[in-house]
């Protein structure tokens, strides 16, 4: 992707009216020709008054387009004026529109060298220009030194930044104001009236008053300095960033002291990478003059991404302390507290900053962005609406407001809002990702990785688009796209929790055990497990067995930490560990597992959840026994058959009739486990089985879904003995005593294979890991059958293949 390039070509006009509708765009219900009219006679008027104009004066008009202030100044006070601006076709339309003898029109490159020729303005004004500067310290430094000791100068300039770009026009986050109060002494303060604007244009406005007095004496009279400085300010404008480096390296060679050569070096190096580099500059800087508010804000960036957020949020605060009406800064400190990860002390600096500017939509949407992160989705969308009320040209709000819309499941509106975000900027990378997450979401995979393909087209660094698209490859069956999408991911940031475990499945789904157990451990860094830890505090503050201590005779405390299911799978592990270790077992599991998991005699010492942890010297989660075994491939299972048991209970008088089959079912799973809707089916999918006078049916599922059978009528052709089924132990004894279970992907499964019970496992078209996505058999369970849907969603020809095993294996027809 091509970088963002200053573009001031948008300043080139072909004719005066074209030239005026750049000059004041239109705003709200004012058009550029209304503004026009209102505007100029006030502002004439203003600065007449203000700077005290007569016919003896030079002023400065800086960025004067066609002229429009210089011609109504020149009509009414006989004053002499010089136009600069950037544009060579403004300045030749400004000749023209002029058109008096005391105005000249030059170019930025002119003035300089007026400058060096000791040429100085009696006043100075800048109309609606300063913000669209690259770079306005040095323009406003610029001025300064074009002004005589003690002149006025007046400023009407938008708090928000809008610099033209390749890429459109964009806030490069400057805060003018304060630059303008660094370098000058302030006299007054005000904005352009409602009724000349209106109470928009009023609000995101400000003119300022000013006198060339403060920090005057700062300015180096040498005239080697001055030459340096100004080529330097030439080759930033023009992006030769290391040429501009040099040139202010030779300044601080003469004048090691130069206050604005380390500020600006440190400007430079941040935009050159090297963020540590800045951070010096900046301290030199601030130690010559310690009351730079400025300074301290950019050296607070610059701590910011080396991510010393200490010293960061000082740094802010210095900044505060100096100019306590710097909503910037709070902005900036409340992105350091997010990064600490402290909302309520980054919302309260965003709320600073609004309170500061009522109309820095910025601070307001990262309220909004805060609200997100804590799944306040409904509240979120309102705060990014609030900041869309403000800034209507903030397009990526309706980006953020879609990805709030996802998150609702209101598919429909998230799309909606998503494309009109798209329709608004076609280079907002982040939409397009977003987008590609609501049809990830809706199954509709093709569209999602074009998305999310076209997001990293825009934005090659973006993270979450490679590890979006990788979920796409995933459900589109690309393994091997989806495992290098999230290897890029995780390329760009090795810290992204996510596309490490989202890495981790993909490897374990293809039998890459070495590299997904060693991927699996990240997954005690993402937020869903944060709860986990923190409730079991008592075990996890204690060492983690690595593999690599000598636990010989010592007690290893093995603890459940996922689903039912996990737990169920993995407990296969403790004997390996028993025997390559030569330790105590310790297990502390889920309650309901407790009683079944006594038949394991490798076990030392067994609780559950509500009772006290034992007494151990080395803590290891249940699901990390393989990643410590070191298992490198799914060949290396052994085939047991059958590591757990079941106790006979009387209970379950199970009749066992020839010709008939006894087939628990069970067809729903935990609502909070992965993948959950793709897992679970209708037990109307089981009616001709439930029908049939050549099978009992005996009902597995516990829970509210078992309510399916009264919504569906089966009462009388299920038999339900889920009451029976108050722990694990009990649905063993049960399952023990059937022919076969027919089990969604959920803890009934893992426990009939666990017990090398037949069970048939209806899979979605791309199941979770441990079923791999090919072949109807099991590593994991020799026991187990595996159906796998042919097209993602659709059910039907899965069940018809159990309908036809059942024929073929029993001999049964339903």
Not at 34 to 44: A, L, S
Request: with cysteine.
């Amino acid at each position: 992707m091509s970088k963002i390039v200053y573009n001031p070509n948008i300043f080139e006009q072909e004719d005066i009216d074209k030239a005026k509708k750049i000059i004041l765009t239109n705003e709200g219900d004012l058009k550029s020709e209304e503004r026009w009219e209102k505007e100029t006679p006030f502002i004439v008027d203003d600065i007449v008054e203000k700077l005290q104009i007569n016919e003896n004066m030079t002023l400065l008009d800086f960025g004067c387009g066609i002229g429009r202030v210089a011609k109504e100044l020149i009509e009414k006070t006989s004053c002499k004026v010089i136009g600069v601006d950037i544009s060579s076709s403004m300045r030749d339309m400004a000749k023209k529109y002029v058109n008096s003898q005391n105005f000249k029109a030059i170019s930025p490159q002119d003035l300089e060298e007026n400058i060096k020729k000791g040429f100085r303005f009696d006043a100075a004004y800048s109309i609606w220009v300063l913000q669209h500067c690259l770079s306005p310290q040095m323009e406003i430094d610029t001025i300064k030194k074009a002004l005589k000791k003690d002149a006025l100068f007046y400023v009407l300039n938008n708090k928000i930044s809008a610099v033209p770009t390749n890429k459109g026009w964009k806030n490069n986050g400057v805060n003018i104001h304060d630059i303008l109060k660094l370098r000058f002494e302030q006299l007054d303060e005000s904005s352009l009236p409602i009724e000349i604007a209106d109470e928009k244009i009023s609000k995101l406005t400000f003119i300022s008053f000013l006198k060339n007095s403060k920090g005057f004496k700062t300015l180096s009279s040498n005239q080697e300095v001055i030459n340096l400085a100004n080529q330097a300010l030439q080759e930033y404008k023009k992006g030769n960033l290391e040429a501009c480096k040099k040139l202010y390296l030779k300044v601080l060679e003469i004048e090691e002291n130069n206050e604005d050569a380390l500020a600006n070096l440190g400007v430079i190096s941040k935009a050159l990478g090297n963020s540590k580099e800045a951070i010096n500059y900046y301290i030199k800087a601030i130690k010559i003059n310690p009351h730079n508010a400025l300074t301290y804000n950019n050296l607070g960036n610059a701590l910011k991404d080396v991510k010393d957020y200490k010293r960061a949020i000082q740094a802010f605060s210095d900044c505060i302390k100096r100019d306590p009406k710097n909503f910037n800064a709070y902005n900036n400190l409340g992105i350091t507290f997010e990064a600490l990860k402290d909302s309520n002390k980054a919302i309260w600096a965003y709320k600073e900053a609004v309170k500061i500017n009522p109309n820095f939509s910025k601070a307001v949407n990262n309220i909004g962005v805060i609200l997100y992160k804590q799944e306040k989705y409904e509240e979120a969308i309102q705060i990014f609406k609030i900041a869309l009320n403000i800034d209507k040209n903030y397009h990526e709000l309706h980006s953020n407001i879609g990805a709030c819309l996802n998150k609702l499941k209101k598919y429909d509106e998230a799309i909606k809002s998503l494309d009109l975000a798209i329709e608004k900027d076609p280079k907002n990378a982040g939409a397009y990702t977003n987008l590609g997450n609501v049809y990830n979401k809706i199954h509709e995979y093709k569209k999602a990785a074009k998305l999310h393909e076209k997001s990293i087209e825009l934005a090659p660094n973006g993270v979450n688009a490679y590890s979006n698209v990788g979920t796409s490859y995933k459900y589109l069956n690309q393994a091997n796209k989806a495992i290098e999408s999230y290897k890029k991911a995780i390329e760009l940031d090795p810290s992204f929790v996510n596309a490490h475990f989202d890495l981790a499945t993909m490897y374990l789904a293809k039998g890459d055990y070495e590299n997904g157990f060693k991927e699996y451990e990240y997954r005690f860094q993402k937020d869903e497990m944060k709860a986990h830890i923190f409730n079991n505090k008592d075990i996890f503050s204690k060492p983690m067995f690595t593999g690599k201590e000598d636990i010989k005779d010592k007690t290893l405390l093995i603890h459940s930490e996922q689903g039912f299911g996990d737990s169920l799978q993995f407990i296969r592990f403790i004997s390996d560990i028993k025997e390559k270790f030569s330790c105590k077992i310790a297990v502390k599991c889920r309650d309901e597992l407790k009683e079944l998991f006594k038949c394991l005699e490798e076990i030392d010492i067994l609780t559950d959840r509500s009772e006290d942890t034992p007494s151990f010297d080395y803590h290891l989660p249940l699901m990390s026994m393989p990643y410590i075994l070191g298992i490198k491939d799914i060949k290396e299972l052994k085939q047991d058959k059958g590591y757990l048991k079941a106790k006979k209970d009387d209970n379950f008088k199970i009749t066992k009739k020839k010709g008939t089959l006894n087939i628990g079912i069970c067809w729903s799973a935990s609502v909070t486990g992965e993948s959950y809707d793709g897992k679970v089916f209708d037990l109307s999918y089981l009616e001709k089985l439930v029908k049939s006078e050549k099978v009992n049916v005996y009902s597995l599922q516990v829970g509210p879904e078992k309510e399916d059978i009264k919504k569906l009528g089966f009462e009388d052709d299920i038999i339900d003995l889920t009451e029976q089924l108050t722990d694990f132990s009990k649905t063993a004894s049960l399952i023990n005593e059937l022919d076969l279970v027919i089990s969604s992907d959920t803890s009934v499964a893992h426990l009939t294979g666990a017990l090398n019970k037949p069970v048939w496992v209806p899979l979605q078209k791309i199941p979770d890991w441990r079923w791999q996505n090919k072949g109807e058999k099991s590593l994991w369970y020799p026991s187990a059958k595996l159906f796998r849907q042919k097209t993602n969603r659709v059910w039907d020809s899965v069940f018809q293949s159990i309908y036809d095993k059942l024929f073929s294996n029993f001999k049964i027809k339903v």
